[in-house]
């Protein structure tokens, strides 16, 4: 028994519970908080030595090479044909026949539709009855004239042989009034027969326009006409008809972004596709440029217009496009994948220090790769290489870019060097 107590006193001793020298007792929450932390800081070096030790960083790259490069600017828009004329109707009446329908070739002066001309005509009629009127009412005045003046004539003689003495002086006066009249009024029955013909002209006009002809050759995209509609002439008549002219020439008006407008010249070349065939490209051309500009949800595009041949007319109005317009083409050039310009090198944690416990629990921020001060000019980057494992960074000269591949100017860096572009975790 008394070896039994002397035991539970020195355990008691060296864990602080028993009674010490000075007669002062430690508490448990004391002991028990010491206990919890010396646990939490051996399970977190255990677990950092894990992390540092179960996973590392690789790095992918790809070779610089030498080829050509074609930069291009895409853009979308609509197939237009070269000339869209829309075919109306002048004259207000009923339509009695429509001779063409939806994609009916025409020429010009082919009859389109025909308006009931049954007024018309009788208009036309009645003014050429006003017309014969008025001529002969030209030689009916004539006629007079000839009367008035043989009359004066007879006067004169009389009076002549008379020794002026018959006949009067105011019967000639009324003689001589009488031809004036007379000629008076057959230049007024000349302008009515002026004015009978320009009524007459007015008529047979619109009894020409009754018929509704084709004023290009092309085709017939939109018939809207049919037999007994009545068609209102006014400021606005509504279209009948829309034509378009030899769709075998087309245009496509693309909306080209401002930020890639100064790129754009006549005479650049394009391809494009449409969703109605989807496995074929096909060629255009610039034609036009234009200034105008249109905001459209804040973004500011410029129309662009390209010519498209049609041989088969398999392209249509209204298909919407992708067009990809090449605007420069680079030979022989060193190209850098555009990946490694987008690539930036991860941040390491600095090597612990095993020295102290503080230096374990608080360690030092992270810091990256040592990265060169950055380049002045918009032209300018850097590319990284690896050296050794380690990160290179490598200043270069860029040019042109079709997003996937980057024009390199200058010597700063040669075909075939790795350069790197992105990272991969691994798993040890």
Same mark, same amino acid.
């Given at each position: 028994?008394?070896?039994?107590?002397?035991?539970?006193?020195?355990?008691?001793?060296?864990?602080?519970?028993?009674?010490?020298?000075?007669?002062?007792?430690?508490?448990? +929450?004391?002991?028990?908080?010491?206990?919890?932390?010396?646990?939490?800081?051996?399970?977190?070096?255990?677990?950092?030595?894990?992390?540092? *030790?179960?996973?590392?960083?690789?790095?992918?790259?790809?070779?610089?090479?030498?080829?050509?490069?074609?930069?291009?600017?895409?853009?979308?828009?609509? %197939?237009?044909?070269?000339?869209?004329?829309?075919?109306?109707?002048? %004259?207000?009446?009923?339509?009695?026949?429509?001779?063409?329908?939806?994609?009916?070739?025409?020429?010009?002066?082919?009859?389109?539709?025909?308006?009931?001309?049954?007024?018309?005509?009788?208009?036309?009629?009645?003014?050429?009855?006003?017309?014969?009127?008025?001529?002969?009412?030209?030689?009916?005045?004539?006629?007079?004239?000839?009367?008035?003046? *043989?009359?004066? !004539?007879?006067? +004169?003689?009389?009076?002549?042989?008379?020794?002026?003495?018959?006949?009067?002086?105011?019967?000639?006066?009324?003689?001589?009034?009488?031809?004036?009249?007379?000629?008076?009024?057959?230049?007024? !029955?000349?302008?009515?027969?002026?004015? *009978?013909? $320009?009524?007459?002209?007015?008529?047979?006009?619109?009894?020409?326009?009754?018929?509704?002809?084709?004023?290009?050759?092309?085709?017939?995209?939109?018939?809207?006409?049919?037999?007994?509609?009545?068609?209102?002439?006014?400021? =606005?008549?509504?279209?009948?008809?829309?034509?378009?002219?030899?769709?075998?020439?087309?245009?496509?008006?693309?909306?080209?972004?401002?930020?890639?407008?100064?790129?754009?010249?006549?005479?650049?070349?394009?391809?494009?596709?449409?969703?109605?065939?989807?496995?074929?490209?096909?060629?255009?051309?610039?034609?036009? $440029?234009?200034?105008?500009?249109?905001?459209?949800?804040?973004?500011?595009?410029?129309?662009?217009?390209?010519?498209?041949?049609?041989?088969?007319?398999?392209?249509?109005?209204?298909?919407? !496009?992708?067009?990809?317009?090449?605007?420069?083409?680079?030979?022989?050039?060193?190209?850098?994948?555009?990946?490694?310009?987008?690539?930036?090198?991860?941040?390491?944690?600095?090597?612990?220090?095993?020295?102290?416990?503080?230096?374990?629990?608080?360690? +030092?921020?992270? *810091?990256?790769?040592?990265?060169?001060?950055?380049?002045?000019?918009?032209?300018?980057?850097?590319?990284?290489?690896?050296?050794?494992?380690?990160?290179?960074?490598?200043?270069?000269?860029?040019?042109?870019?079709?997003?996937?591949?980057?024009?390199?100017?200058?010597?700063?860096?040669?075909?075939?060097?790795?350069?790197?572009? =992105?990272?991969?975790?691994?798993?040890?």
């Amino acid at each position: 028994m008394q070896a039994n107590s002397n035991e539970e006193s020195d355990v008691a001793k060296t864990l602080g519970t028993g009674e010490s020298s000075g007669n002062t007792k430690v508490p448990k +929450r004391w002991l028990i908080a010491v206990i919890l932390v010396l646990a939490a800081v051996v399970m977190a070096l255990v677990f950092r030595k894990a992390s540092n *030790s179960s996973s590392a960083v690789r790095y992918k790259t790809q070779e610089v090479q030498r080829g050509d490069l074609t930069v291009i600017v895409t853009a979308t828009g609509t %197939l237009e044909p070269t000339n869209q004329v829309d075919v109306s109707s002048e %004259l207000s009446g009923i339509i009695k026949t429509v001779e063409v329908d939806y994609n009916s070739k025409v020429k010009v002066g082919q009859t389109l539709a025909i308006l009931d001309t049954s007024k018309l005509e009788a208009q036309v009629t009645q003014y050429e009855a006003a017309l014969a009127s008025a001529k002969s009412k030209i030689l009916q005045t004539q006629a007079t004239v000839k009367e008035t003046r *043989s009359k004066l !004539a007879q006067l +004169r003689r009389v009076k002549e042989l008379s020794g002026n003495k018959v006949p009067s002086q105011t019967e000639i006066d009324a003689a001589e009034a009488a031809l004036e009249r007379a000629l008076s009024d057959v230049d007024s !029955a000349k302008a009515g027969v002026s004015q *009978s013909q $320009a009524t007459l002209d007015v008529y047979l006009t619109d009894l020409s326009k009754a018929v509704i002809r084709s004023p290009v050759n092309g085709i017939v995209l939109t018939c809207s006409a049919e037999p007994g509609q009545t068609v209102a002439a006014s400021l =606005d008549p509504p279209v009948l008809f829309t034509m378009a002219e030899d769709l075998t020439k087309m245009e496509l008006i693309v909306d080209v972004d401002e930020a890639d407008v100064g790129n754009i010249q006549e005479g650049q070349t394009a391809t494009f596709t449409v969703a109605a065939y989807p496995n074929r490209t096909f060629e255009a051309r610039i034609i036009q $440029a234009r200034y105008g500009a249109s905001t459209t949800s804040g973004v500011v595009t410029y129309e662009t217009v390209l010519k498209v041949d049609n041989p088969d007319l398999s392209l249509r109005p209204g298909m919407t !496009a992708t067009a990809d317009i090449i605007v420069k083409k680079i030979e022989n050039a060193v190209l850098i994948p555009s990946a490694a310009f987008r690539f930036a090198p991860p941040t390491q944690e600095e090597e612990k220090s095993s020295t102290g416990l503080l230096d374990a629990l608080l360690p +030092r921020p992270p *810091s990256g790769a040592q990265q060169p001060a950055d380049i002045a000019g918009k032209k300018q980057q850097r590319v990284w290489t690896l050296q050794d494992g380690q990160l290179l960074a490598v200043p270069v000269t860029i040019g042109s870019t079709n997003g996937g591949m980057t024009e390199v100017l200058g010597s700063e860096i040669q075909p075939g060097t790795a350069v790197v572009v =992105d990272t991969i975790s691994s798993v040890d």
